[in-house]
T-cell receptor, first 114, second 114 residues
């Protein structure tokens, strides 16, 4: 199994507070992704990274920011959490097209915004 | 932008029978990859099968095979000899060759009747 860890695994937070989710990998994969999973919507890409300090937006990036200062860590921040951001968040890693495009996933973080 | 469409939200199959899950996609690229992922109730994302767009031969992994129709942008998954453990949500995904962006469909819930 790919070495990928998400933290925390569960979190309950109040509306308006900032929240940071962490994704840590030990595989030295170049690409890292953040998705959210909601019933009826599948997995939707929030942001992804193609290298240290190199990130790009996905289809549902509003209200989220990311940072990648080291290869192994990809942080997702909800700047001011809203109830619509209650979801299960998945991090994934990949070597990309040249090294192997398969994505390996973390176990997910269940976030509840009350 | 890439889109992945899974139009059937749910399907059911009798144990030991064969079932086909449909997926269509839209892309302007000629070089890409397609995947099917399985998500059991544990929530873990598991890679089922992969198809390279440049390969005409359909991928096969044991009881799982795909029907890849590049011109029609169709990528269906066939599960033969269905087992109770195949019950899960299945996601179709498209990976761009250019920037390794990975886009998922909404998923289909497969139930297996004993």
């Amino acid at each position: 199994d790919a070495g990928i860890t998400q933290s925390p695994r569960h979190k309950v937070t109040e509306t308006g507070t900032p929240v940071t989710l962490r994704c840590h990998q030990t595989e030295n994969h170049r690409y890292m992704y953040w998705y959210r999973q909601d019933p009826g919507h599948g997995l939707r890409l929030i942001h992804y990274s193609y290298g240290v300090k190199d990130t790009d937006k996905g289809e549902v990036s509003d209200g989220y920011s990311v940072s990648r200062s080291k290869t192994e860590d990809f942080l997702l921040t909800l700047e001011s959490a809203t109830s619509s951001q209650t979801s299960v968040y998945f991090c994934a890693i990949s070597r990309g097209t040249t090294g192997g495009p398969e994505a390996f996933f973390g176990q997910g973080t269940r976030l509840t915004v009350v | 932008a890439q889109t992945v469409t899974q139009s059937q939200p749910e399907m059911s199959v009798q144990e030991a029978e064969t079932v086909t899950l449909s997926c269509t996609y839209d892309t302007s690229e000629s070089d890409y990859y397609l995947f099917w992922y399985k998500q059991p109730p544990s929530r873990q994302m598991i890679l089922v099968i992969r198809q390279e767009a440049y390969k005409q031969q359909n991928a096969t992994e044991n009881r799982f095979s795909v029907n890849f129709q590049k011109a029609a942008k169709s990528f269906s998954l066939k599960i033969s000899d269905s087992q109770l453990g195949d019950a899960a949500m299945y996601f179709c995904a498209h990976h761009t060759g250019a920037n390794s962006k990975l886009t998922f469909g909404k998923g289909i819930t497969l139930s297996v009747r004993p």
